[in-house]
């Protein structure tokens, strides 16, 4: 868990200094408690009870640490998003792909891996993204959805400039189009053993490549 994150939230008084003070490990299994229940239902009606019970602390103890229900999502979120820069992070050091085609392909794919193996991360994201209200969530969306138009509009912008896709449209409009294609997507995520799921989230994103590439290819 980024320090500095915690530093901030606490200049914000998004977060006590109580909270602050606590070992790491502390801190980390709240946050991982906190995801948890806000991964299992919709932010309305998820309580402080019920966070302070799966974190195994006393719901005073909650309440020294924030202030209230809105405050502890922002805190889940930030560390959440955090979380995500980190993959992105790595997973540009190790992504090898030339073409902007395969580059788009490999990147979804890469997220629909992370997904599978972080089931209670992607219900968070589920829930912020399509459930809770955009009052709840607004701050989220914008910055999960600038880390992912970021990279998709850099090979967007290459791409143009390589003569393999469309002059005539913004590079932020590709991106933003291709993000909600698989946002969409997300949607029909596939349950079932892991081959059979690998298989169908190929067909998935080899379909909507196959599709937007239809569109957008020079």
């Not at 209230?68 to 805190?75: M, Q």
């Not at 395969?102 to 997904?115: G, M, P, S, T």
């Amino acid at each position: 868990m980024n320090e500095n994150i915690i530093v901030r939230l606490e200049a914000e008084r998004v977060v006590s200094s109580t909270f602050r003070k606590l070992a790491p490990a502390k801190k980390k299994k709240l946050y991982r408690a906190s995801l948890t229940c806000f991964a299992h239902d919709v932010f309305d009606r998820v309580s402080f009870d019920v966070i302070a019970d799966t974190a195994g602390i006393a719901k005073a103890s909650l309440f020294q640490y924030f202030l209230n229900k809105e405050n502890l999502l922002k805190f889940v979120f930030e560390i959440y998003i955090d979380d995500f820069r980190t993959f992105l992070r790595e997973y540009f050091t190790r992504e090898y792909s030339v073409k902007a085609r395969e580059r788009i392909r490999a990147f979804y794919l890469a997220l629909f891996d992370l997904w599978q193996e972080k089931e209670i991360e992607f219900g968070f994201y589920m829930k912020m993204m399509f459930e809770n209200s955009r009052a709840a969530t607004t701050d989220f969306i914008e910055q999960i959805s600038h880390l992912q138009n970021e990279y998709i509009s850099e090979i967007i912008a290459r791409a143009a400039q390589a003569g393999e896709i469309r002059r005539d449209i913004a590079p932020e409009r590709i991106s933003f189009v291709i993000s909600m294609v698989f946002d969409g997507m997300y949607r029909h995520l596939p349950v079932g053993p892991r081959s059979r799921k690998k298989i169908f989230r190929e067909k998935l994103v080899d379909g909507a490549v196959g599709l937007l590439f239809d569109g957008i290819g020079g």
